[in-house]
Structure formats: C-alpha cells, structure tokens
C-alpha cells in the first residue's frame, strides 16, 4: 500500500454526524457459511468487548446523532448480554436491529428480546431448498431453525427483513426465495449477490455466477418488485465484477456508519480491518466522537481530495465516492487507486482477469471457522 496521502483533514463542522453504528459483538457464530464477510483471521470470545464496554459505546452513539444500532456478527445471540444490550441501547434512544441467522433463538429468547425493545429483525436465509440451505450453512437443521423463527418474529408484531445471500449454489431458486419472503410476512427482502471479500474469496469458484444468470436475476427482481409493490420492498445488490461503475461502499468511507469490531477495534466499514497502514482507533482508548471526527483512519478517504484520476475529474465523484478501499486494495495492493469495478479504472483489466478465473471450474466450499483461515 502506498504512503496515506497528505491532505486537511475536513473541519468536524464540515462532517455530518453518522447515521448508523453496526456493533458486531462477536464472531462466535453455528453456521459457517462460505461467503461470510467477516475476515479470515477472526475473534476469539476472549478478545470481546465487555457489557460496560458496549454500553458506554452505545450512549456515546447516541449522543453522537447515531440513530440505529445493527446488533450483528457472527451471531449477536451467541452473547449471552444480548438482551441487556438491546435493553441499554433502547434506553437512550436507538433504533435496535438484530441481524441474526436466528439458530440460536427460541419463543423464551424472542421474547425477552422484544421486552428488552428490540425494533426490527434482519433474518437470513441461505437457500429455499432445505438441504441446500443447511449444506451452504454448514450446519443440520438450519433452514427449519429460521423458518421457526421467522413464525416468532411476526407473532411478536415485529417488521421482518430476510436477507437473501445468492450466488452460483442457489441463485436458480431465486423466485422460491420471493415467494418465501411473502409466505413469512416480510416488509422488506435484501437479495444481495455475494461479495468477494472476507470468506467469499477463497470461495470464489464455488459461489460466482454466470452473466447470463446474472441477467436473469436481475429480470426476476424487477418483476417481482412491481407486482409486488405495496406488499414486498426489495432491496437488490449486484456483484461488483460485472460492474461498470462502483457502488458507494458503505454511503462512501466514514460518511454514514461507524463498524465496531468484537475487540473493539473501529472501522468504516466491516471489511476495512484488511488493509494495511492503519492504525484503527478502539473504542477502549478513543471516544466514539473523536474516532469519527478526528481520527487519520476515518479522514483519511473522507470525501474526494484524495481521488486519483479519474475519480478526482469525474462527476459521479459525489456519488459513488470512488467505490470501495478494500476491493482496490485487494486488487491492486493500493487502497487508493480506482476501484477497479469502475470500467475507466486503469486497472480494470486485472478486475477483468479477476472474474475469468471466478467463472473456473468449481471448487469444494472453504467453510467459516475460527482458526480455520485458508492460507493465502
């Protein structure tokens, strides 16, 4: 990676104040599934924040202006401090959103959760096929788990969002996924293609899709939203190797969400941990307020002084805020060149050689596991 760039460093007057903190409390996590975003070295529960610490950081979020807290993962429910995190984080005014796979939820949990205030529930589901959902899981028994829970969520009056994760292995089944959203009771429906960092790139053989499939999910996602306007929202992500133009990763860096780390550590965003040549603020040594305002990591590709060309000349530089640090990182080994899912990157071409190889033959899922990182 090349040396951080000079540059003034925005006013904090000049910052708005984040919009969301998502606390990953802990890695911890049953399933093991082969596209998790979480990193390759993971947590161990020795490393967690303690409850205090947890509950300093959310009254310090809200006093911020943080409006939401997403509880995630891992498995927010493997803490056994769940419920009183929940709790504290209703107390001083968050909106509380449990990201879960579920598994470890039963009628007594759910309803301590809902007593403790929780707001709305983001359940994943792996597949509609049972038998897929519980191989992609790594776990027996999972699709029923979640299709149980799914049922309290809704008897508790709870919104419900399902996550949908697709790629290769079950993309075919995207209209039973649709229809699984609807059959549950659910608002909202984030059908999100797999993307390739974290766990999902060594897995990338296993998981990429085709264009041509590409193409007709995204034909089944537009239909499905107009015939099902006013019933089903759904949100659709794409994957970023057969962009032409970058997303603005996270709302752009450090623009909208502050990322907690189970041992702390704070981030822009979940996968930001990668990248080398920061040194990330904690939450047990640094205020949550000068984290965002003042801290090198997160100003450091706040807003676009720091744009290469052609990122620095182009007019979608305030929209997509030159795409993601960590895929061109993970491309190029410089987290400040172009994203090379933009197609005027001038390192497009490895972005291209990129996807030749994902559409190789098949391989054998790498799963999820602590300790279990697949060397480089």
Known sequence: ????????????????????????????????????????????????????????????????????????????TARRDIVALIAHAASVGLYTNLITSGVLIDRAKMTALTGAGLDHVQLSFQDT?????????????????KLAVAALVREAGLPLTLNAVMHRQNLDRLPAMIELAVELGAQRLEVAHVQYYGWALPNRRALFPTYAALERATDIVEAARERLKGILTIDYVVPDYYARRPKA????????????????????????????????????????????????AFNRYRGTAWMPEPCQSCDRREIDWGGCRCQAFA????????????????????????????????TEFVYRQIGGAPKA
């Open 249 to 296: 990763c996270m709302g752009g860096w450090a623009r909208q969400f502050i990322n907690i780390s189970p041992a702390g550590k704070a981030l822009p965003c979940h996968a930001a941990e990668t990248l080398p040549g920061f040194d990330w603020p904690s939450v047990l040594t640094t205020s949550l307020s000068d984290i965002w305002y003042r801290s090198d």
């Open 129 to 145: 096929d049972a038998a897929s959902a519980n191989r992609i899981a790594g776990l027996d028994h999972a699709h029923e788990k």
């Open 1 to 76: 990676m090349s040396d951080a760039p000079t540059l003034a460093r925005p006013a904090p007057a000049t910052i708005a104040a984040p919009l969301a903190l998502l606390a990953e409390l802990t890695h911890r996590c049953p399933l093991r599934c082969p596209y998790c975003s979480n990193p390759l070295e993971l947590d161990r529960a020795s490393r967690e924040l303690a409850t205090a610490d947890w509950k300093r950081v959310l009254s310090e979020a809200a006093a911020l202006g943080v409006l939401q807290v997403h509880f995630s993962g891992g498995e927010p």
């Open 331 to 362: 491309f190029t080994g410089d987290a400040s060149r172009t994203d090379p899912a933009c197609a005027l990157a001038p390192d497009r071409p490895i972005l291209d050689a990129a996807r030749a190889d994902a559409l190789g033959p098949e």
